[in-house]
């Protein structure tokens, strides 16, 4: 942390989720490992929903993913939804206090020097982190919440410009609607084609992988 550079680790809910014997999931294990890859790479940003039933094993498969690409050497932060949750965009307070607690100062200071302190609405240590103090909250919203996704975009692509990185936003299903909108907003950066309503979809059928798009 701090000037002294990122270490990359496993989040302890990361370990404890992708504990125990992986079995099988070859074909998604290789989907998921091949876009990881593209977003280290040229390709840009990549986001993978990751669907299916209760109980089939999401979360395990996402955590053997991300395990291995914090062991080879991306930053690796999960974001966490709960049913109980009250408080807005708690998996992404999660996410970014993560980022600002981990990133180097020149990092956080250059993107303070863009965006001021307006993610300091959801990580109360960024100010501390770069030595100012805490903004007032203003009185529009709407401007507001551009502000703050505009934010969260730029301090999302200046960590993964410092070194790969992977969020996780687990139990998605109970994410709530603030944390949903910019999660759209996060995928519209990665694929234009998002904000049309066109979602790039890979499957995986019989263990091979099949492509498309859905509406």
């Known amino acids: 942390p701090g000037s002294e550079g990122v270490l990359s680790a496993v989040p302890a809910r990361i370990e404890q989720m992708s504990g125990g014997v992986f079995v099988g999931r070859g074909c998604e ?62 998996p992404w307070r999660e996410v970014f206090g993560g980022l600002v607690g981990s990133m180097p100062d020149h990092v956080l200071e250059s993107h303070v020097a863009t965006h001021g302190l307006v993610l300091a609405m959801l990580v109360p240590l ?35 410009a410092e070194m790969p990185l992977v969020a996780v936003l687990d139990d998605l299903h109970w994410a709530d609607p603030p944390s949903l909108a910019l999660l759209r907003h996060v995928a519209k950066s990665a694929d234009p084609s998002v904000g049309a309503g066109n979602v790039p979809r890979r499957r995986c059928r019989g263990g091979e992988c099949a492509g498309g798009h859905t509406r």
């Open 126 to 160: 960024l100010p501390e982190r770069v030595g100012r103090r805490a903004p007032t909250l203003g009185d529009d919203p709407q401007s507001e919440r551009y502000a703050l996704f505009s934010a969260a975009l730029d301090l999302l692509v200046r960590a993964s």
């Open 29 to 90: 294990v290789g989907l998921i490992g091949q876009m990881v890859k593209e977003a280290e790479g040229d390709s840009g940003p990549r986001v993978v929903l990751v669907n299916g039933e209760a109980g089939i094993g999401k979360s395990t498969l996402v955590a053997h993913v991300a395990r291995a690409a914090a062991e080879a050497g991306s930053l690796v932060i999960l974001g966490h939804c709960s049913e109980e949750a009250t408080t807005a965009f708690r």
